[in-house]
Each structure stands twice: as C-alpha cells, then as structure tokens.
C-alpha cells in the first residue's frame, strides 16, 4: 500500500461514526486484500487498486453489489478471476466486519451517531442504503 493511499485510508476512516471504524478496525482487512491480490498473482499495482476498491465498499462509497465488476475494470483482471476476489473478500472481510458491526450495535443498544432523522430516513428507506451511499458519494464528489 502506498503512503498517499494509507493517508487517505486514514483521513476517511477518522470522517465515519466509530462503531464503524472499530469493526473495521478489527481486521487487517489491507494485510487480507494483499493475500488475496498474491494469490491471484495480481502485481503491486493491481493490488493497490484491490485495496482501494475494498476500502470504497468498507465506507460505504461503493456499493458490495458493484464490487466484482469494479475489481474486473479497475485491477484489470479477467470476469471469472474477479467474480473469485469478490466472494473471497466477501467471506474473509466484508462479512465478518459487518458480523462485527451488528453484534456491536446489538450489545450497545443501537449506533452512538444515530440521530432522529438518520433512523427516520433509514425506516422509510425500507433498510436500503443504497441511497445513503449515493448520497455520501455525491458529498465526496463535491468537495
């Protein structure tokens, strides 16, 4: 990983509520997506574009649905090979930070962030993110 993408790893990270940074937090999710990238003898570069494209879906840029499809176009590896990243990572990092996530917000009783409008929004979105997602790109976007 590169110094400029560590800082900017960094910077966003400090930008989410802290349930979310200590869940992923809890796993070496860089270290797991370089192993992955080895195992596919994906070259230093290609990897950095795999870390890049985990970290987008870890903050909620890039939405998981999209994520095999960005590994295919953006670490520039064959459709068969990037479907088999995708459900790797899936299984060795999005999966059990979400499974952190969750027993988190179990054991607290719900996120320290959350305000009224937060969790009226997310009720009347019918638990979908998607546009909360698309919003926080175009915030992103625009800065």
Do not use: C, H
């Amino acid at each position: 990983m590169t110094d400029k993408l560590k800082q900017i790893i960094k910077e966003e990270m400090e930008k989410l509520p802290q349930e979310n940074q200590e869940a992923i937090n809890a796993l070496d999710w860089a270290k797991i997506t370089e192993e992955v990238g080895e195992e596919y003898f994906l070259d230093e570069n290609q990897v950095n574009n795999l870390e890049v494209e985990t970290f987008l879906v870890l903050v909620g840029m890039t939405d998981l649905e999209f994520y095999a499809i960005n590994v295919e176009n953006q670490v520039e590896t064959i459709k068969d090979d990037a479907e088999k990243i995708a459900e790797e990572i899936t299984q060795k990092i999005f999966t059990p930070i979400k499974d952190i996530l969750m027993e988190n917000i179990k054991k607290n009783g719900k996120s320290e962030n959350a305000n009224a409008e937060q969790n009226l929004n997310f009720i009347l979105s019918d638990g979908d993110y998607s546009s909360f997602i698309e919003e926080r790109s175009n915030e992103i976007n625009n800065e």
